[in-house]
């Protein structure tokens, strides 16, 4: 059984400042993990995916993301927000072939 | 196509007619998966399709949500006698299998009035 937990149901920095969204799951099996983005009235578009390769994994617009395996976790940074950035964040985890497992989202705002 | 698509966009119902969503597949994704998200909140997994195999439905909250899957082509997800608590995203998702990433389609609106 998998879950994801992430913290903070909004998140709310200032153009350039620095982006953390906080992502800790559980998994009974190494786990794949991911972050997409749902920009408003789109789909999900993938960030950034874990695959127990490289524990530092840099995605598109400049995110990246770090697995933690002693911490569980797989936090999202962008070391600069954009005005841009602003959209619903979703941490995923899979770690058979069946859907993804998915947290509740971060609502990420980014203020002038 | 070049993306995984879904119609319609949107749609409007009365409670307790039945509606059927559609989702046309990335050409040679052998799996593919139905979600739904209510408003503020994540997705939640429904149905999963690879290939040939019998689908895995455990997601499915009730007897009124079916989908079915011939090969790899397209998808229907059926809502039979929809209830107002059934508004939400319907989001479809295809890959090459296993835990691959999922490629989204755009979703379907769904609201029951």
């Known amino acids: 059984a998998q879950s994801v937990t992430q913290l903070g149901s909004h998140v709310s920095v200032s153009e350039g400042a620095l982006v953390l969204l906080r992502c800790n799951y559980s998994?009974?099996?190494?786990?794949?993990l991911f972050w997409y983005v749902q920009y408003p009235n789109q789909g999900l578009q993938l960030l950034l995916k874990y695959t127990s390769a490289a524990t530092l994994v840099k995605g598109i617009n400049g995110f990246e993301a770090e697995f933690k395996k002693s911490e569980t976790s797989f936090h999202l940074t962008k070391p600069s927000a954009h005005m841009s950035d602003a959209a619903e964040y979703f941490c995923?985890?899979?770690?058979?072939?069946?859907?993804?497992?998915f947290g509740k989202g971060t609502h990420l705002i980014i203020q002038p | 196509g070049a993306g995984v698509s879904q119609s319609p966009s949107n749609k409007v119902t009365e409670k307790g007619k039945d509606v059927e969503l559609r989702c046309d597949p990335i050409s040679g994704h052998t799996a593919l998966y139905w979600y739904r998200q209510r408003l503020g909140q994540g997705l939640e997994f429904l149905i999963y399709?690879?290939?040939?195999?019998?689908?895995?439905k455990s997601g499915l909250p009730s007897d009124r949500f079916s989908a079915e899957r011939t090969g790899e082509s397209v998808s229907t997800l059926t809502i039979q006698r929809t209830q107002q608590e059934d508004s939400a995203v319907y989001l479809c998702a295809t890959n090459s299998g296993g835990a691959e990433t999922q490629y989204f389609g755009p979703g379907t609106r769904l609201l029951v009035l």
């Open positions: 399709f690879q290939g040939n195999s019998a689908p895995d």
């Open positions: 998994s009974s099996v190494p786990p794949y």
């Open positions: 995923a985890v899979s770690g058979s072939a069946d859907g993804l497992t």
